[in-house]
DNA sequence: GTTCCGTTTTTTTTT
DNA sequence: AAAACGGAAC
């Protein structure tokens, strides 16, 4: 981790333990790695991939697969840093991206058009909800709910009438018609019409087999079977999969650490190499994270260890409610910051629940620290945002439903419920997407539409003619940022946040404001030098599977990181404060509601939260929080007794908050006196 | 027909 | 607390 970039020689690979190097050095044949948390892994990849640049293969060559795009940004620096190559042509990337990239290629052979939308969960739903209704089915489920068990058929995780009610058979056929008609893939199909692809095709295949003859695949214990279904297809002998059982927490996502025992039986003969010693944390921490992780009784044994010994105590605090338990974290962090000469960014604050992430934020915010946050209602989930990003993906393809429906009448322009329902009934009896359907209206409105208000009319040829002319200026080649600036503009998107929030201008502002971080952030993105295609259509790509990231990442350094347990996966930062760390949040009850078997998975999830601790480990509490509307009474995490009581000190907050107060105005003042 | 306003429900984790 | 829905006003 502290050595990176020392150029010529094998250079990269000083400093490797003996397993390290000879994980590093094995680049031929399938590899297995077993890579405790904090053993090193993500710099054995990166050497590895780095080792095979220098060994003469070529970059194209190589596919390193990860699970998150902050992993695949991640290695893909490193490797840059590592080799001082430009490296245009290695292929980082998560495998949804992958799919992706894949299918901008290919999807001709299946029937789609290249400028296919990507639908996120939102809008799987929005449609779902769409289809019920239209079936006279609304309200026999839960659009979101449907949704999820739609993505297990999909991924072959359930059937219908094993496990998936079969009388919405007929909802999901219905489903996966419109979206072909839409021109649209949901997320699970951005794996499964690749593997569809390569199955139908076997020259296209062959095509990509001989491309990547070095494949890589990170976070091995949380891939999908439909994951590794994919990358056996592509795979020939020199697959490369790093992985650790103790850190399994996406099986609620089809993510099956079976795929260990799948990749031993179809790659026989593959080396195994466990890296066990961790660089990371102090041994208190690691003593505590092994003490919680024994628990667990389906685990392959490891044990980790690490050179030093001791390390400061695990602080636990309890507080009255979450306001209270917010504002000592951001003093804490202010105290610890000055104290202990660290800057934002070696913090970081875990959480199991996006809803959690709200209060630390105002925390944050009250006491000026600066902080990036990842998830929470994603900036990209947004209303605002997400009406914006509608226009574009509708320019982009107008056959997209969903993403028109939301826009039609944003703002307002007089298509109400009647006027769509003439549409849809058009373009339900075509088999046509809206646009389609809105097109013959305006050629033949009379023998088409006779009962159409006149009104209506007229908005449609209003937005047609909109989304047309924008159309043509945002395909084009440069500025994109500011063309969207002008389309907002034109919209009047400010006159209509305006009359929609009129007793509460503030939240008007605020929500234009977040417009203007989004043009912005456009604006970074085409700027970026390494970009060599800045036009709508990538941009869209990489929006679209960016939805929980955070939009700019060169502007983080310096930054507190506040993110949820899952999001904090391979990261670590030398001060870790778990928050909200009660029974019913960490267990999650939810979690447990569906089976009492996962209370393994949840003990997994505070495992890695331990484990991303270097230096300093703080776990909080609430004794009353707030949920929906009422304060609950809660207790503290069970997980929490299972951390060996010596390693542990309870810390006394409410005497300890006004002192830190006051110390770190204190110190504040010392600081800037010394400037 | 469309918009406005007050009521209800909801939140586990992510690509 | 924020969005989605249903009924009343325009």
Redesign the pocket.
């Known amino acids: 981790m502290s050595k990176t970039g020392r150029p010529g020689g094998a250079g990269f690979a000083a400093g490797l333990n003996e397993r390290q190097a000879q994980a590093v050095a094995a680049i031929e044949g399938p590899v297995l790695i077993i890579a405790g948390a904090g053993s090193g892994k993500t710099r054995v990849i990166t050497c590895r991939a780095a080792a095979m640049l220098e060994q003469g293969i070529p970059q194209s060559a190589i596919l390193a697969l990860t699970?998150?795009?902050k992993a695949a940004r991640e290695m893909e620096t490193r490797v840059k840093e590592l080799t001082s190559r430009k490296l245009q042509n290695l292929t980082t990337s998560?495998f949804?991206?992958f799919g992706v990239k894949i299918l901008r290629e290919e999807i001709a052979a299946l029937g789609y058009r290249k400028n296919f939308s990507i639908y996120?969960?939102a809008d799987r739903a929005e449609l779902i909800?769409q289809i019920l209704r239209e079936l006279g089915r609304e309200g026999a489920a839960?659009p979101?709910a449907l949704g999820q068990v739609f993505s297990q058929v999909k991924t072959g995780c359930l059937a219908w009438g094993d496990g998936a009610d079969p009388s919405f058979e007929a909802v999901y056929e219905e489903y996966q018609e419109s979206l072909k008609v839409f021109n649209a893939l949901d997320?699970d199909d951005l794996l499964a019409k690749p593997i569809a692809l390569f199955e139908s095709r076997p020259d296209i295949l062959d095509k990509y087999r001989r491309r990547f003859r070095y494949i890589m695949v990170d976070e091995f214990q949380d891939t999908s079977a439909v994951q590794y279904r994919l990358m056996r297809l592509l795979a020939d002998r020199n697959v490369c999969v790093v992985g650790d059982d103790d850190q399994s927490i996406y099986s609620?996502?089809g993510a099956n650490y079976e795929n260990i025992q799948r990749f031993e039986r179809d790659f026989p003969g593959a080396l195994e190499i466990k890296l066990e010693q961790n660089y990371r944390s102090t041994a208190t921490i690691l003593e505590a994270a092994n003490g919680v992780i024994a628990h667990n009784t389906k685990r392959k044994e490891k044990t980790l260890w690490s050179g030093g010994a001791g390390g400061k105590p695990i602080s636990l605090y309890t507080f009255p409610g979450e306001g209270e338990e917010a504002a000592f974290i951001a003093l804490e962090i202010k105290k610890r910051r000055l104290e202990e000469g660290r800057s934002y960014d070696d913090f970081g604050v875990l959480i199991r629940?996006?809803?959690l992430i709200r209060h630390l934020e105002e925390a944050l915010l009250a006491e000026n620290i600066p902080h990036k946050i990842s998830?929470g209602t994603s900036f990209f989930q947004r209303?605002e945002i997400k009406d914006v990003l509608s226009y574009l993906r509708v320019a982009a393809n107008t056959d997209d439903d969903v993403n028109l429906l939301r826009i039609i009448?944003t703002p307002?322009r007089?298509?109400?419920?009647?006027?769509i329902a003439a549409v849809s009934e058009r373009a339900k009896e075509g088999n046509l997407p809206l646009w389609e359907a809105m097109r013959s209206l305006r050629y033949a409105r009379d023998a088409l539409f006779p009962?159409m208000?006149g009104?209506?009319c007229g908005g449609i040829d209003e937005f047609m003619t909109l989304i047309e002319r924008w159309r043509e200026n945002l395909l084009g080649k440069r500025g994109l940022s500011q063309k969207v600036r002008a389309l907002v503009d034109e919209i009047d998107y400010w006159g209509y946040l305006v009359?929609e929030y009129r007793k509460d201008e503030q939240k008007a502002r605020w929500k234009f404001s977040n417009i203007g971080s989004l043009i912005q952030s456009i604006g970074v993105w085409e700027r970026d030098p390494d970009n060599l295609d800045p036009t709508l259509y990538p941009y869209l790509n990489r929006i679209s599977?960016l939805?929980?990231?955070d939009a700019d990442d060169g502007a983080d350094k310096g930054k507190v990181n506040v993110m949820?347990i899952?999001?904090s996966k391979g990261l670590e930062f030398p001060v870790v404060f778990i928050a909200g760390a009660e029974d019913g949040i960490i267990p999650?009850a939810?979690?447990l509601e569906?089976g009492e078997a996962n209370i393994e998975e949840e003990r997994r999830l505070f495992y890695v939260a331990i484990t991303r601790a270097r230096d300093k480990l703080v776990i909080t509490s609430c004794a009353r929080r707030r949920r929906?509307?009422s304060a609950l009474d809660q207790t503290p995490s069970p997980f929490l007794a299972e951390i060996p009581a010596h390693l542990v000190e309870y810390g006394e907050a409410r005497n300890e908050e006004p002192m830190s107060a006051e110390r770190c105005f204190a110190l504040m003042k010392q600081r800037f006196q010394g400037r």
Not at 414 to 419: E, F, L, N, P, V
């Open positions: 699970f998150t795009n998560t949804h991206a996120d969960e909800r839960d979101r997320f609620w996502r629940t996006n809803s998830g209303t009448n307002r007089g298509i109400g419920k009647t006027t009962e208000p009104d209506g009359s599977l939805s929980r990231d949820t899952h999001a999650h939810r979690s569906e929906q509307q």
